[in-house]
C-alpha cells in the first residue's frame, strides 16, 4: 500500500523560497509518477506540477517560471520549491501519486495527508 | 487557462439523486475522456472516486457515476446517504498536456 508523507516549515516569509519534501512509502518512487497539488484555505484544488524518476516534469503554466519539482530515489522522495512566495501561495500543499496518458497528468491517487504552509512576515 | 465550471453547491435529500456538473472547452473536458472527480470530506484528503469519464477505483460505490456529453462532464450520486455531504471536484487533461480542476461544488444532504 503506497503512502505519502508531507514534510516542510509551515511558515515561509514573503520573496523567500518554500521547500517541500514528500517521503513515499510501501512502492518504489522509480516505478510511478508524482506530483504536488495545493489548495488556498477555503478554495479549491491546484495542480502544480509531476515528476518521473528520470527527471522527466510538467508544469502549470501559471507556475512554471516559479517551481522546481525534484526526486531522490536513494531516499525515495520527491520536493518542490516555489521561489518568490506572496501571500497567495499559502496554502494546503499536497504530494500524490499521478497516473499519466499522453504525456499529461490523468488523475491522482492515493494523496497525502497534506501541509499547511502559511507565507507572513 | 481557466478552471472547469461547477455549481458551487447542489443539495439533496436523502435517497435522492444529484447531478454535479463540469463544463470546460474542446480543449480539455470535450476533446479527451480523460476526466476525473475527487471528493474531499471537511478537513480531510481528496479521494478519488470516477476516473476516464465513467470508471469507478477499487473500494467506490456504485451509487457514484459519470459521465460526459460535449464539453460537460457529470457526475450522478444515487441513493444520497448523508456522508456524502462533501465537496467535489472535476478535474480534466488538457491539449497542453496540463491538468485542470474544477472550482468545487459543495454538496449539501438535507
Known amino acids: 500500500q503506497v503512502q505519502l508523507q508531507e514534510s516542510g516549515p509551515g511558515l515561509v516569509k514573503p520573496s523567500e523560497t518554500l521547500s517541500l519534501t514528500c517521503t513515499v512509502s510501501g512502492a518504489s518512487i522509480s516505478l510511478y509518477y508524482w506530483t504536488w497539488i495545493r489548495q488556498p484555505p477555503g478554495k479549491g484544488l491546484e495542480w502544480i506540477g509531476y515528476i518521473y524518476y528520470t527527471g522527466i516534469t510538467n508544469y502549470n503554466p501559471s507556475l512554471k517560471s516559479r517551481v522546481l519539482i525534484s526526486i531522490d530515489t536513494s531516499q525515495n522522495q520527491l520536493s518542490l520549491q516555489l521561489n518568490s512566495v506572496t501571500v497567495a501561495d499559502t496554502a494546503v500543499y499536497y504530494c500524490?501519486?499521478?497516473?499519466?496518458?499522453?504525456?499529461?497528468?490523468?488523475?491522482?491517487?492515493?494523496w497525502g495527508q497534506g501541509t499547511l504552509v502559511t507565507v507572513s512576515s | 487557462q481557466s478552471a472547469l465550471t461547477q455549481p458551487a453547491s447542489v443539495s439533496g435529500s436523502p435517497g435522492q439523486s444529484i447531478t454535479i456538473s463540469c463544463t470546460g472547452t474542446?480543449?480539455?473536458?470535450?476533446?479527451?475522456?480523460?476526466v476525473s472527480w475527487y471528493q474531499q470530506h471537511p478537513g480531510k484528503v481528496p479521494q478519488v472516486i470516477i476516473f476516464?469519464?465513467?470508471k469507478r477505483p477499487a473500494g467506490v460505490s456504485t451509487r457514484f457515476s459519470g459521465s460526459k456529453s460535449g464539453n460537460t462532464a457529470s457526475l450522478t450520486i444515487s441513493g444520497l446517504q448523508a456522508d456524502d455531504e462533501a465537496d467535489y471536484y472535476c478535474?480534466?487533461?488538457?491539449?497542453?498536456?496540463?491538468?485542470?480542476f474544477g472550482g468545487g461544488t459543495k454538496l449539501t444532504v438535507l
Open positions: 476516464d469519464v465513467s
Open positions: 474542446s480543449s480539455d473536458v470535450g476533446g479527451y475522456n480523460y
Open positions: 500524490a501519486r499521478a497516473a499519466i496518458v499522453r504525456g499529461g497528468a490523468n488523475y491522482f491517487d492515493p
Open positions: 478535474s480534466s487533461y488538457t491539449s497542453s498536456t496540463t491538468l485542470l
